[in-house]
């Protein structure tokens, strides 16, 4: 008995080795204001998100997310774009099909958004709008490729991986029932 608890203790020290990752705070310094904001930010938008999908980046996982820009006031002037960010604790999720306006940074070739900004969903920053001004329209039309997004979102990835621990598990604790039945 001794032995089989001793090959389940392992392998969850194993499975703990393998799917641990590393947990950073976020530390926050958000905008107190649109003006802010804007000056702070390197792109200043709204925009529509169309599609999702997951990517490493320099070893860290990212939400990759499509964009159609609807008003734009610094930085950009695509149609559409992707932007990212990080799945950390300073991550800001998106929902796909709602509007929002985003505070982005550059990080080398492409925009980054966290939730240390001031993007929020459009509902959420009517002031923000209003104090922004009316921006304009994007003036390079782009024709994005959604065919490498995630339209309706990666949630079935996590049920999948839910589903194949709950079945290791399981077995797991069916061999340790049968084995106790058997010596007793």
């Known amino acids: 008995m001794k032995k089989v608890w001793l090959v ?54 990212y939400n990759k997310y499509l964009v159609e ?11 559409s774009l992707v932007i990212y960010t990080p799945i950390t604790s300073c991550e800001m999720s998106f929902i796909i099909g709602e509007e929002y306006l985003i505070y982005a940074e550059r990080q080398t070739d492409s925009w980054h958004v966290s939730n240390c900004g001031r993007t929020s969903e459009l509902a959420n920053r009517l002031k923000d709008l209003a104090d922004l001004g009316a921006g304009e329209e994007p003036s390079v039309q782009i024709d994005s490729d959604i065919s490498e997004f995630y339209v309706g979102g990666s949630k079935i990835v996590t049920w999948l991986f839910t589903g194949a621990i709950a079945v290791i598990v399981g077995a797991i604790a069916f061999v340790i029932f049968r084995y106790r039945k058997s010596t007793d």
Do not use: H, M
């Open 69 to 79: 820009t609807t008003r734009v006031w610094k930085g950009v002037q695509e149609s």
């Open 8 to 61: 389940i203790t392992a392998i969850a020290l194993l499975c703990s080795l393998q799917f641990g990752t590393t947990a950073y705070a976020c530390d926050c310094n958000v905008p107190a204001s649109a003006k802010e904001g804007l000056e702070e930010a390197d792109a200043v938008f709204t925009g529509k998100i169309q599609a999702l999908k997951k990517v490493i980046l320099e070893g860290t996982i």
